[in-house]
């Protein structure tokens, strides 16, 4: 699978900030807690876009048909909402080899990333049962307010299927014409498409080698971040040098621009893949 095909995402159909959420892996307790009552759905899950009523899931298409009982994504008991703000939602799916979800459903745009190397099968409503390994590191793309789909997962093994499921929920522009950071030896685009709404879906890996310094790094627009490899980090900018600890599989929204360096003082590389808003 690669990393720009959005086609190849819808075919499989996958599911899937505030500085140090404090998520508890395989459990559902989290700093963060967010309803998924249906009593509140309007409120927790309706995008809140004063700029484009065409990203109002309010406005999402009529649910495909279905001859199984599916829940929505929120209610899926292997996915977890664990943020929620203006920009987007953050939904982690994570699940040992063996197991599956329940079918359940997707209706609004998203972008997908990997945690770990697995093989899993999709049985989506509508198309054939289809299998497929799982990249860790990739991102991908799916146009699910124009396509929803209802859908299962299995992990066929051999490891966990871990990533996060990240819906778009507001940009403040529709015709984004900025190009994309240059690659370089350190940060290189690994996710780069229009969902059929017209959202840009821009996604790059950062990556710093053990005992290196990443000099004048400009990231000027509002992003998710999410760790892919962790590590100790000095981070130098115009608020000072600060000394932090990253963690695989952890995030964080900054909606401030950074201008500055990141040092790797750890003994590993350290990957963070960096979600681009505007």
Not at 81 to 88: G, I, K, P
Not at 163 to 170: A, H, M, R, Y
Not at 194 to 215: A, D
Request: charged letters at 25%; proline letters at 5%.
């Amino acid at each position: 699978m690669t990393t720009t095909s959005l086609k190849s995402i819808n075919a499989l159909g996958l599911a899937g900030l505030s500085f140090g959420i404090g998520y508890v892996l395989g459990s559902r307790k989290f700093s963060y807690i967010f309803s998924t009552k249906r009593g509140n759905e309007k409120a927790q899950h309706e995008a809140k876009d004063e700029t484009f009523s065409w990203n109002k899931r309010a406005k999402d298409p009529k649910p495909p048909a279905s001859s199984e009982a599916w829940v929505e994504v929120y209610d899926e008991p292997r996915h977890f909402v664990e943020m929620d703000n203006e920009f987007c939602r953050v939904i982690r799916f994570r699940f040992p080899p063996k197991d599956k979800t329940l079918f359940h459903r997707h209706s609004v745009d998203s972008f997908f990333v990997f945690f770990n190397s697995t093989r899993v099968r999709n049985e989506q409503q509508g198309c054939p049962v289809h299998e497929f390994e799982i990249e860790a590191g990739n991102a991908s793309g799916a146009c699910y307010c124009t396509e929803p789909i209802i859908h299962r997962i299995s992990n066929l093994g051999p490891n966990w299927m871990h990533g996060l499921d990240v819906e778009i929920k507001s940009l403040k522009t529709k015709e984004y014409k900025v190009k994309p950071l240059k690659d370089t030896k350190n940060i290189r685009l690994i996710f780069d498409n229009y969902t059929k709404g017209g959202k840009r879906m821009r996604v790059y890996m950062l990556s710093i080698p053990t005992g290196e310094t990443v000099k004048d790094l400009s990231l000027s627009f509002p992003k998710l971040c999410m760790c892919y490899k962790g590590g100790k980090l000095k981070v130098n900018s115009a608020g000072g040098t600060k000394e932090i600890t990253r963690y695989r599989g952890t995030y964080w929204w900054n909606g401030d621009p950074f201008e500055g360096s990141i040092t790797n003082t750890g003994d590993a590389e350290y990957k963070v893949m960096i979600a681009e808003w505007h």
